[in-house]
Structures are given as C-alpha cells and as structure tokens.
C-alpha cells in the first residue's frame, strides 16, 4: 500500500511535468508558424504584380530597367542553361533568350550570364569569355566578340595581363588600352563613373615587392583617351571600402575607422576626413554606402549591429539610425523615401524584406516581409516603382516584384 502511495505521488509530478513540456512544445511551434507566415496584410496592396519566370531552380539576378521594361539574368543551379528575360511594365514576358555555358567552374557548376549594360537599341550580356550583342526589343542575338568586364557609355572595359582595355560594346574593335602599372592590380567591380568622362578605378599595390598587397591605390583614367589623371594611395594595411562619387568628391571609409575619407573627385586631392557623429568603428564594420549625400553605416559587432546609421556625408553629423533586426543588408536606393532590403538569418533560412524609411527621420513609412525562406536582391526604382527579386530557388522558384512606391 506504502509503493502504490508513492507511485501515486511520483506520478503527479510526472504527468505536469509532460503537460508542461507539451505546452512549451505548442508554442514553439506557434512561433514557428506564426514567424514565417506572418507578413504585413495590410501591405498587401503594395504588389502591383508578381512575375515567375518559370524557369527551374533558376536563380534570378537584381533586375535592370531600360526605357520602362525590365530584365532579369537567371541562371540555373547546376545546370549549363542560362537565361535573359525581359519584362514589360505589365509584368508579362516580353522575350527570353537562351545561353548554354560550355565552362565548367572549378569545384562545379558554370560560368553565370550576366547583364553588362545598355545603349539605346541594345542589351550586352557576358558569359562564358564571352560578349553577346542582343537586340532590346526582341532579344535576338546580334553580335558576339571575345571579351567581358563592365559597360559604360558606349564602351566594355576589361583588365588582364597588366593592360585595361576599352572596346567598343557594339563590335569589339579596341579604342585604347592602359598599362597597368607593375606591382598593381585592379579590383573586379571596384569602379566608379564620374560626370566629366573620368573612369575611377580601386587598385591593390604590392609596395615592398613580396607577392603581398599591403596597400591600396585610387587610379582616374580618362574614358575617351585612357590616359591617366591623377592616381592617390587611398590605404595602407587596412581596405578600403568601395568608391563612391558625391558632389564631386569620392568618398569612401577604412575598416575599423569611424570617418569618411574624401578625395577630390577632378585632382585627386586629398580632402580633410569627416569624423562620425556618435560612432565607434568596430572590427568588420566596414560595411558603407552613400547615396544623395547620405552615408550609411554599421557597427561590426554587439547589440549595435542591428542599427543602420544615417550620417550627414558633409559634415559627419549624425541624422537618424534605424533598427532593423539584426538583419543582413543587401542594397539601399533612394527617391523621397529610402528603400532598404536586407535578410535574415532564421533557423537556416534568409527572410527578405524591404523597408522604406523617410530620410529626415529615419522613421518607417512602410515595409514588406515575402515571408518563407526568400532572398532578396537590391531595390532598384523606376518611376512609382521598386522592382525587387525576392524567393528559394530550390522550393518555390524566385520572382520579380513590381511594388508601388
């Protein structure tokens, strides 16, 4: 009688203690469910429409907007099918072209098509060494040359071998080439335009001719003639972050350093560095970007990473910082409002949003979560427009959202 007494008495405790566990498990489930379904309702009427390329597993690049209609690079994981797809303002498919790659990367996979750039009648696409010349209004192909790089006014540049070259986007024919000083070599991507045809170009530099890079070189070249301007060591151990132009002035930020270095974008004179208002610089914090005279920035670590800072990019004042959840960011574009996307992190997954922000305040006007595991690219505007893509290659596909600004 004593031994049934006390399994009675065990019991008890037992059976709360499963009732508990089973109350915690419903809610953490809850959670779950409720984190990646729930999105703004409300915000709803911000799609103007969702388009879906149809393509499988094909991973779509930022869109592009040219003379109203879109394009889009997709490129299919593990496949040797690329596509370029151009979308009207109605988001219906104005035409779709085809490249197959016949590269194979190292550690698998093959060479991406992407999107170089435009002229009035023509799209230029690079894949697989590589220019093809295609026709906007239909996407036939017009001419290919070997070649690559980046498109700018006319003309494709591309480095290698110690030589940048220009050459017509349209044929290929070279219209000068610049030797790429011994000891120096330029960064794929870090390249900014100025207004008065100045091509500004991020260079590493090997100072102590030991194979090591140990500075940072910013090089003007002039567009028409590749002659050179003016050239600025811009760093020293540390990186730079990317060059951007502002009101004639290039301005960028070390790593680890809480000011904004400024260079005269037509002499290459070095300005006086603006301090940051209210900012500690921390390892990894070498995120940066200006946009109409706004530079943003975070901190590398800590709570303070979930805030994005707004400065004054003429004086360093501090304007606004906004938080937004410890997220990744992935572009930032401004009009009236600034537009934000980044992701998150969440059990695995990236969770994309947008975020559109008042640049006075640094208050939320609106913002959409797609809600799943989406990634996102960066916001790109048009008119009342933000065109973003946002999905998972591998489950539902990826789409091209037209939102209302």
Request: hydrophobic letters at 35%; charged letters at 25%.
């Amino acid at each position: 009688m004593e031994n049934e007494t006390q399994n009675i008495n065990t019991a008890k405790p037992r059976r709360l203690l499963d009732f508990l566990i089973l109350i915690i498990f419903i809610a953490v489930t809850l959670t779950i469910f409720f984190v990646f379904n729930n999105r703004d309702k409300g915000m709803e009427e911000k799609i103007i429409w969702k388009f879906d390329t149809g393509i499988e597993k094909g991973e779509l690049s930022e869109p592009v907007v040219q003379n109203g209609n879109i394009f889009l690079a997709v490129n299919t994981r593990g496949k040797n099918k690329a596509y370029i797809v151009s979308v009207g303002e109605d988001g219906k498919e104005r035409w779709k072209a085809q490249f197959d790659s016949e590269k194979e990367r190292l550690g698998g996979g093959y060479d991406e098509v992407r999107i170089l750039g435009f002229s009035e009648e023509n799209t230029y696409i690079y894949q697989d060494g590589f220019v093809s010349v295609l026709n906007s209004e239909d996407g036939k192909i017009i001419n290919k040359y070997v070649g690559g790089g980046f498109y700018h006014d006319g003309l494709i540049f591309s480095g290698g071998e110690g030589l940048l070259k220009a050459v017509n986007a349209d044929d290929g024919s070279q219209k000068w080439q610049f030797i790429i000083p011994e000891r120096t070599w330029a960064f794929q991507g870090q390249y900014t335009y100025g207004n008065n045809n100045l091509l500004y170009i991020k260079m590493g530099y090997d100072s102590n001719d030991d194979g090591q890079r140990n500075q940072e070189i910013l090089m003007a070249l002039d567009t028409l003639t590749g002659q050179e301007k003016w050239n600025s060591q811009i760093s020293n151990i540390k990186s730079a972050s990317n060059i951007f132009l502002n009101a004639n002035q290039l301005l960028y930020r070390i790593i680890g350093e809480n000011e904004i270095s400024r260079i005269d974008a037509n002499t290459g004179k070095k300005l006086q560095s603006v301090s940051l208002q209210n900012f500690v610089a921390e390892f990894g914090s070498d995120w940066f970007y200006v946009n109409k005279g706004i530079a943003f920035a975070r901190r590398g670590t800590g709570r303070e990473e979930n805030f994005l800072y707004a400065f004054d990019s003429t004086n360093g004042n501090l304007k606004w910082k906004y938080d937004f959840q410890n997220n990744s960011v992935v572009g930032i574009e401004s009009d009236e409002l600034i537009y934000l996307t980044s992701e998150k992190a969440l059990l695995g997954t990236g969770r994309g949003k947008i975020d559109a922000i008042d640049p006075n305040t640094g208050k939320k006007a609106w913002h959409y979560e797609f809600g799943g595991d989406a990634s996102i690219s960066k916001p790109v505007l048009s008119e009342n427009r933000v065109y973003v893509t946002a999905g998972n290659s591998l489950r539902d596909g990826e789409f091209l959202y037209a939102l209302s600004k």
